[in-house]
């Protein structure tokens, strides 16, 4: 039982802490976790959250930044005043938790569609765009010389792993080829500036509130690169879960979401943050490619994989529309 | 030739089974588990239902962009060469439309609801 080994780790490093209750798991794949509970204390009960990669999972997926990163980049970030849960403690391999870490739980919601459609969210809708923006730009301007070790890519970098991602599929599309092309021949070469990219920021990853953004989340992807890759990738169609007129994650217009980042004291190039939306599309497609494959070959023979493999042909018709629009 | 029911009809009985009868009695996990089956058996049905036509179409399409024949997965397979290669391009007469009614097809059997298939389909061919 996950609670026993909670009560023993909150009772070593938080002051008062008698144990804890109400563990339920939240999400989880084979290699990563996360839990809620409440965290006992004299005072009143504490929310909080675990995120961790049970015994067995140490190893992280190539591409991930492994949990270690991810809290010191949550912490940085709070600190920094970007919305993010403050990181309460990194466990320690004596605890018998796995690794990861436990941070403070932020009340809000996570789910896309209830945040665009929800009158609970009503007030906070129209200003999201611009405030995403000026989360964006806090993110962006983390101090360099405080990061965990991060893998850095290149757009170039980028559409070489893409290319290589989707002939391992041996999945014919024209339409991806196209894209490829596409890519290769905007391709606009190394960014002036590299920074912290958080490499997943997107309306889903967001927990909002009445009053507007209160927390990042799901900083795994984090890497070193071009800012704008972060500003294309949460315009991507797939995140504005039906708002297609509303590019910034379904909240609003592109011109929103620059001007908060440029409200921010940063600089917004549109061409690359366009040719990040396509890189981003693309990737959404090849990774629902991925989903197929890992549903043929198992061991995840579930019905809902099978049908993101279907999901496919969302982003080509995405990149279609981005690429080769008609009637204009 | 086998006999009837056809597998549209068989299909369309049994998610119509599961979407009237099953899915009151059940909650949950399973619930959300249940509906992602009847999308299945849906999405099964339009494919049965459209697959043969929309390939005929998109096979002719694809004999005359690139002027050689083969079934509908070589034909698709020399396509996305010859883009790789860059000797095809949306500069070439007939590729994007080609591309546009392929992808139409696919998305009415894939997503009809996603957003920007609706918004293509009320735009017409």
């Given at each position: ?169 041996n999945w014919p599309k ?118 197929m494959q890992?549903f043929r070959e198992g061991?995840?023979h579930s019905m809902e994989r099978a049908m993101i493999g279907r999901r496919a042909s ?15 | 030739m086998q006999d009837e029911p056809t597998p549209i009809e068989l299909t369309k009985a049994v998610a119509d089974f599961l979407r009237s009868d099953i899915t ?9 588990k249940l509906r992602v089956a009847v999308n299945i058996l849906d999405l099964v049905t339009r494919q049965l239902t459209w697959e043969e036509g929309s390939d005929l179409k998109e096979v002719e399409r694809l004999r ?5 024949d083969g079934s509908v997965t070589e034909l698709n397979r ?23 009614a392929t992808t139409m097809d696919k998305l009415a059997v894939d997503q009809p609801n996603?957003?920007?298939y ?8």
């Amino acid at each position: 039982m996950i609670e026993a080994e909670l009560s023993r780790s909150v009772q070593r490093w938080c002051p008062g802490a008698t144990g804890v209750t109400g563990a339920a798991k939240l999400s989880g794949g084979a290699s990563q976790e996360t839990w809620r509970f409440d965290i006992v204390h004299p005072d009143g009960p504490i929310g909080a959250i675990l995120r961790r990669s049970p015994k067995g999972y140490g190893a992280a997926p190539t591409r991930a930044a492994g949990l270690a990163a991810e809290a010191q980049l949550m912490q940085l970030a709070y600190e920094a005043g970007v919305p993010s849960p403050r990181v309460m403690h990194v466990l320690t391999p004596d605890e018998d938790l796995g690794t990861g870490f436990i941070m403070q739980r932020v009340e809000g919601e996570t789910i896309a569609r209830k945040i665009l459609r929800d009158d609970e969210f009503a007030a906070a809708r129209p200003h999201l765009a611009r405030q995403i923006g000026g989360v964006l730009a806090g993110l962006h301007r983390l101090p360099q010389d405080k990061l965990p070790e991060l893998r850095s890519r290149s757009a170039t970098e980028e559409i070489s792993e893409l290319d290589r991602d989707y002939r391992s599929l041996n999945w014919p599309k024209p339409v991806f080829e196209l894209a490829l092309r596409w890519l290769r021949d905007h391709n606009p070469g190394p960014s002036a500036e590299t920074t912290l990219v958080h490499g997943d920021f997107r309306n889903g990853n967001l927990i909002i509130g009445a009053d507007g953004v209160r927390a990042v989340l799901d900083w795994e992807l984090a890497h070193l690169g071009d800012p704008m890759e972060d500003l294309g990738w949460v315009c991507v169609n797939s995140w504005r879960f039906g708002e297609i007129d509303k590019p910034a994650g379904g909240f609003g217009s592109r011109e929103e979401l620059f001007a908060g980042y440029e409200a921010a004291g940063r600089r917004v190039d549109p061409a690359r943050v366009k040719f990040w939306e396509v890189m981003g599309t693309l990737r959404w497609g090849i990774m629902c490619g991925g989903m197929m494959q890992r549903f043929r070959e198992g061991p995840d023979h579930s019905m809902e994989r099978a049908m993101i493999g279907r999901r496919a042909s969302e982003t080509e018709i995405d990149l279609l529309r981005l690429l080769a629009p008609r009637g204009s | 030739m086998q006999d009837e029911p056809t597998p549209i009809e068989l299909t369309k009985a049994v998610a119509d089974f599961l979407r009237s009868d099953i899915t009151p009695l059940i909650s949950g996990h399973q619930a959300f588990k249940l509906r992602v089956a009847v999308n299945i058996l849906d999405l099964v049905t339009r494919q049965l239902t459209w697959e043969e036509g929309s390939d005929l179409k998109e096979v002719e399409r694809l004999r005359a962009l690139l002027g050689m024949d083969g079934s509908v997965t070589e034909l698709n397979r020399a396509l996305a060469e010859r883009i790789a290669k860059g000797e095809v391009d949306l500069a070439t007469p007939g590729l994007a439309e080609h591309l546009w009614a392929t992808t139409m097809d696919k998305l009415a059997v894939d997503q009809p609801n996603y957003a920007s298939y609706k918004r293509e389909l009320s735009r017409g061919a």
